[in-house]
């Protein structure tokens, strides 16, 4: 059974109070991935949160049939496929294990439920999801403007 204490191992989770937590506890899932092993595909329906407990899961980006590129990787205590604390959403990567991975998770509908029951505890989990998106947006922001400074076009423009 998951207990209170494993949940406080989650970033995302450490803002909640006790009694939210006990409450979490009643719908997570612990699942279980192997290597290689893909948790959800990009344009999946968003259906389940996840919490890396143990092992680690590239979140990647499909360019072409023939490329693919990691845009983020997922250490234990993080959470991602936050699509599914957005109604009506897909994915947006593929998310693939790159080592055997356990991770804490529940469905979108059960933890929209507590949230009815619990406005605070919705406030909270919402307001820590907007500060994920703002790290990714910012992280990827960056990657963007790293890919235009150092691509050979671009370079005259630069140097002028």
Known sequence: MITREDLKQIV????????????LTQIVDV?????DEIIFKEG???TR???LRV?????????????????????????FGWS???????????AVCDEPSEVFSFKREKIFKLFDQDPEMG????????????KRLDYRTEQF??????????QNLFST
């Open 31 to 35: 699942l279980k991935f192997d290597k």
């Open 12 to 23: 995302m989770l450490t803002y909640l109070t006790d009694p939210m937590l006990n409450n």
């Open 84 to 94: 599914a604390l957005i109604e009506n959403e897909v994915y947006t990567t593929d």
């Open 49 to 51: 949160y996840y919490m």
């Open 145 to 154: 403007r790293q890919a235009i400074m150092n691509h050979p076009d671009m």
């Open 55 to 79: 092992g680690k899961v590239l979140l990647e980006q499909r360019i072409s049939d023939k490329v693919t590129a990691i845009v983020g990787s997922i250490k234990p205590g993080y959470s």
């Open 44 to 46: 999946d329906p968003s």
């Open 123 to 134: 406030f909270i989990m919402h307001q820590r999801l907007l500060v994920i998106i703002k």
